[in-house]
């Protein structure tokens, strides 16, 4: 609603439009009929407050604080009122903490010539009727006394607190100092640990390269006996198939001997059926002729005779060579399983020197990495 549309008489003061006016231009330094800029956030919130500074609610009715009994520092009503040598009024605890501070008046802002404060006991007066007449306003006083109280007590215990606060810093500053003393303690612990580790590292280095000189070594001798196993072992299997053709063709040879022995044997054989043959069909002839067929028939036997013992003996003599053949290859073929078992156990420790030098060529760079992470890890446990 229009405030200003009715004008409300209230006592002898006016109307209440005039008294919005009067406490706007009072407490806004504008009057409010003039164009005002546009109202930014918190506008309605500071008028309220300038408002509330000038008039209090009683009823529907607002009654306006005389301006000369609020102090212009704290715009409440004063307690105890007391002059200034420049003749403003002012609340005594107000003017006592403002001149404490500083040398200038709060209301002309000049030097003021004397901190001399001079009671107005007629003011003091009146203001206490006045309170006494309105006890919305003395409370609200009271609650302001008791707050600037409280408020005193802080900045009293501010002193204390400070001290106090003072006296943990320097006890977090002396466990700050010892702990600053044992971290560099560590890190000069952990140093010598590095150096020490540096110095193990690099002679396990150097023993590791000795002994992959070593390892080296190996290699070169096993593939040089590997090479001369494998030219010996050429050399014994050109032997050998050598031996074996030669022992073939005599193989042949006892064979063919064979066959033309057993056919003498059937052509004997044969002879000797058709001697026996005529025998039977000569009975009857005579002594002679029978004597001279028993000694071709002798001799024929003994013939026989000769010719089994010597293909008995050449039998023999080629089962001796066949077993002897048979010796010489079947010690050929264990020295051969030897060679191969050999060979066979010169790669294994080859492919494990191979592996072992693969892994001793990867294991510096892992020591590396482990010297590097315990460097980066020394800079992490030293406090800003």
Known sequence: QDLSSKPRPIGNCGTLGEHVKMAVVHAFGHPMGLPQPPLEVGSWQRYGRGLARQFSCVGLNLIAIPDSFVCSITRSPMVDPVMTNDGHVYDREQIQRWIHQRTTSPNTGLALSS????????????????????????????????????????????????????????????????????????????????????????????????????????????????????????????????????????????????????????????????????????????????????????????????????????????????????MEVQSVSECLAVSQQRLATFKREHDQSQKELQNLRAHPYLVENKCQGVEALLPSIVPE
């Open 115 to 326: 901190r001399f404060l001079m009671p107005v006991i007629l003011l003091k007066e009146l203001v206490e009727a006045y309170l006494n007449g309105r006890p919305e306003v003395s409370g609200v006083q009271d609650t302001i006394r008791t707050l600037q109280a409280e408020r005193d007590s802080l900045i009293d215990h501010l002193p204390q607190q400070e001290a106090r606060h003072r006296e943990q810093i320097a006890r977090g500053k002396s466990r700050h100092r010892d702990t600053w003393a044992t971290l560099c303690a560590q890190v000069n612990g952990l140093e010598e640990e590095r150096t020490a580790l540096a110095g193990t590292l690099q002679a396990e280095r150097d023993s590791l390269i000795d002994r992959i000189d070593h390892l080296h070594e190996q290699e070169a001798c096993h593939r040089e006996q590997i090479a001369v196993e494998q030219s010996r072992r050429m050399s014994t299997e050109i032997t050998l198939g050598a031996k074996i053709s030669g022992l073939e063709e005599e193989k042949a040879a006892l064979d063919a001997v064979r066959a033309e022995l057993e056919a003498k044997i059937e052509v004997l054989e044969e002879e000797k059926t058709a001697l026996t043959v005529a025998q039977e069909m000569s009975d009857g002839c005579l002594a002679e002729e029978q004597a001279l067929h028993r000694a071709t028939r002798a001799a024929l036997e003994a013939k026989c005779q000769r010719l089994e013992q010597e293909n008995a003996s050449l039998l023999q003599q080629l089962q001796e060579r066949v077993a002897a053949h048979a």
